[in-house]
């Protein structure tokens, strides 16, 4: 079974940053592209960003800048650095793992921004 372990969610002000980290096997880590989602209330899950196996990334135009994607093959984690913080980056956010037609996620973690 495929566990994607998210972490680092939160409540945080306008302005300020987190870091979602999310943890998977080797096997997983060393073969997928992985990513971010997340889903607002009453809208559809939009990409984030990803990363491939060999570290290219891929990110939402809205979110250039101010979001970063990276991976620690000692520690099979992919971490989310969401820095300059809007309300309207309000949303649960789901780790993803996907190959082929393989498509893994997470549990999702809760991110609010909010004075």
């Known amino acids: 079974q495929v566990q994607l372990v998210e972490s680092g969610g939160g409540l945080v002000q306008p302005g300020g940053s987190l870091r979602l980290s999310c943890a998977t096997s080797?096997?997983?880590?060393?073969?997928?592209?992985m990513g971010w989602y997340r889903q607002a209330p009453g809208k559809q899950r939009d990409l984030v960003a990803t990363?491939?196996?060999?570290?290219?990334?891929n990110y939402a135009d809205s979110l250039k800048g101010r979001f970063g994607i990276s991976r620690d093959g000692a520690k099979n984690t992919v971490y989310l650095q969401m820095n300059s913080l809007k309300p309207e980056d309000t949303a649960v956010y789901y780790c993803?793992?996907?190959?082929?037609?393989?498509?893994?996620w997470g549990q999702g973690t809760q991110v609010t921004i909010s004075a």
């Open positions: 080797r096997s997983i880590f060393s073969g997928y592209t």
């Open positions: 993803n793992a996907a190959f082929g037609v393989r498509n893994f």
């Open positions: 990363i491939t196996s060999s570290g290219k990334t």
